[in-house]
């Protein structure tokens, strides 16, 4: 071989002229890694029950201190207006005017209220997994075989507003025809949503493995 140029990675032949370009390593693929034992994070509870395990998460954080008094002047302000309206016998334009204050309003306490008190509960007995909300009625109940369930994993929620960016860590599964459903929401933490997708799978015997959009590892 004649002509050999390694910075462009072409070599000549000697013996028939012909130009051939050199072999390259390509990219090594990347090793999966198993995440390692997560500790129990801040605002959650774990308990062994007699046919599987339990995981309790509070919705409270200071956050939803800085709605108690948005909630107090805003419902005061409702509270007075339709106290003079009826009072007065205001006519019914009057009274439907700030219909659509009200239904924020009771939106937003009702929210404030649930986020005091309000705990989601994780269970997975019997190779099930079940999902509610208590005490206050809240969307978001599942309950799900374990034999639907091929993999969890969590993933970061990036939405954008006038205040930029804010991230939502959520919980999401594939089910057994590989379609992805969203479990679990509600101002998860990522420690929380990393460890919620280690004891669930833990609990129903699902091998980890990588899933594209999840948190990296």
């Known amino acids: 071989m004649e ?15 012909a130009l051939m370009v ?10 999966f890694q198993e995440r390692p034992p997560l500790a129990l994070p801040p605002g959650m509870e774990f308990h062994r029950t007699p046919n599987g395990v339990q995981i309790t998460r509070r919705w409270f954080t200071l956050a939803v201190l ?8 805003w ?4 509270v007075a207006w339709y106290t003079t309206a009826f009072k007065m016998g205001a006519p019914t334009a009057a009274k439907l005017f700030p219909i659509i204050h009200l239904a ?6 009702y929210w404030t209220i649930a986020s005091l008190v309000n705990k989601t509960r994780i269970t997975i007995e019997r ?3 079940i999902i509610t909300h208590t005490p206050l009625p809240w969307f978001g109940y599942r309950r799900i075989p374990g034999i639907m369930i091929d993999q969890i994993y969590a993933k970061c929620h990036i939405t954008h507003g006038k205040n930029g ?29 990393l460890y919620l997708e280690q004891q669930i799978e833990q609990a129903l015997r699902i091998k980890d493995r990588a899933i594209s959009g999840e948190l990296p590892r």
């Open 22 to 31: 050199l072999p390259t390593a390509g990219p090594r693929p990347i090793a």
């Open 165 to 193: 960016p804010r991230s939502d860590y959520q919980l999401w599964h594939v089910n057994s025809t590989g379609r992805h459903e969203k479990l679990h929401a509600n101002n998860l933490t990522s420690d929380q949503a």
């Open 75 to 78: 419902d005061g302000f409702l």
């Open 3 to 17: 002509g050999m140029d390694t910075s462009s990675g072409h070599i000549k032949c000697s013996y028939c002229g």
């Open 127 to 129: 190779g099930e997994l």
């Open 66 to 73: 800085f709605l108690i008094p948005f909630c107090l002047v």
């Open 104 to 109: 924020i309003g009771i939106g937003v306490t």
